[in-house]
């Protein structure tokens, strides 16, 4: 791999479209990522904030546009996707572990599979990736023997695990117990804190506040501003950002 200028994104969406039948879910979206940046994508319900995070590793195909990883265009299918794909690690609202394989076994299925990793070095990172995420003592029991929230921390050390270049967060937290949704976002801003690209849809305004670089606002299909979190939540621009802050952020 060459190394790329510092300048130039790790992901970049440029003129992005995309449609579910007659509804245009995401117009015109242009969105730089930079190298270790946080990115939160926050907004109302139906505002395109999961399809936009979905369409980063074309688990949504997009009808127009272009977006690039490490200055790579996104194929539209087959091996090359597969390849690129394996780049960007995704962790969803639903934990998508293997019910049937045991936690160790479900981190290192990509690294050993994909990668082509031996089954020795996957295990023992893995066991350090499950240790990093508070759940070392798990490695042997199967998803459903574990709360959700370690559930969700296996989840993101099966990601990490295929040492992907950008993680992509669908809102991690929201199947989650109250209990539990620290304990994930724990994790998340310490991957943040370790330089870790990241673009996380949330609802949790705390996490964005102590581990965003920038937030970014979506409505109706559109950014319709972005902002380092401090000035976003302190004094937004856009009256939709307002009329939403002050529904979530008064209770």
């Not at 023997?145 to 967060?169: D, H, N, T, W």
């Amino acid at each position: 791999m060459t190394s790329r200028p510092n300048g130039e994104p790790l992901v970049r969406l440029s003129g992005v479209n995309k449609w579910f039948g007659e509804l245009h879910v995401l117009q015109d979206i242009d969105l730089d990522i930079a190298r270790g940046e946080v990115v939160v994508v926050i907004g109302p319900s139906g505002s395109g904030k999961s399809t936009l995070c979905r369409a980063i590793n074309r688990l949504e195909p997009i009808e127009k546009g272009e977006i690039t990883i490490d200055g790579e265009r996104l194929p539209e299918e087959g091996k090359e996707l597969a390849r690129l794909r394996a780049d960007v690690g995704m962790v969803f609202q639903s934990f998508n572990l293997f019910a049937h394989k045991t936690v160790l076994e479900n981190v290192t299925l990509g690294p050993t599979k994909v990668r082509k990793k031996s089954k020795a070095d996957a295990e023992k990172r893995a066991r350090e990736l499950l240790d990093r995420v508070g759940v070392a003592s798990q490695a042997d029991k199967h998803p459903a023997q574990l709360s959700g929230g370690q559930q969700q921390r296996v989840a993101i050390a099966r990601a990490l695990a295929m040492e992907p270049k950008v993680m992509l967060f669908d809102e991690p937290t929201s199947a989650l117990d109250p209990e539990m949704i620290n304990e994930v976002l724990d994790v998340m801003v310490g991957l943040a804190k370790d330089g870790m690209t990241m673009v996380v849809v949330t609802h949790e305004m705390g996490f964005a506040r102590r581990a965003a670089n920038r937030v970014v606002f979506m409505d109706g299909g559109r950014i319709v501003e972005a902002a380092e979190p401090e000035s976003f939540f302190t004094n937004p621009r856009s009256d939709r950002a307002k009329d939403f802050l002050s529904k979530i952020l008064t209770h």
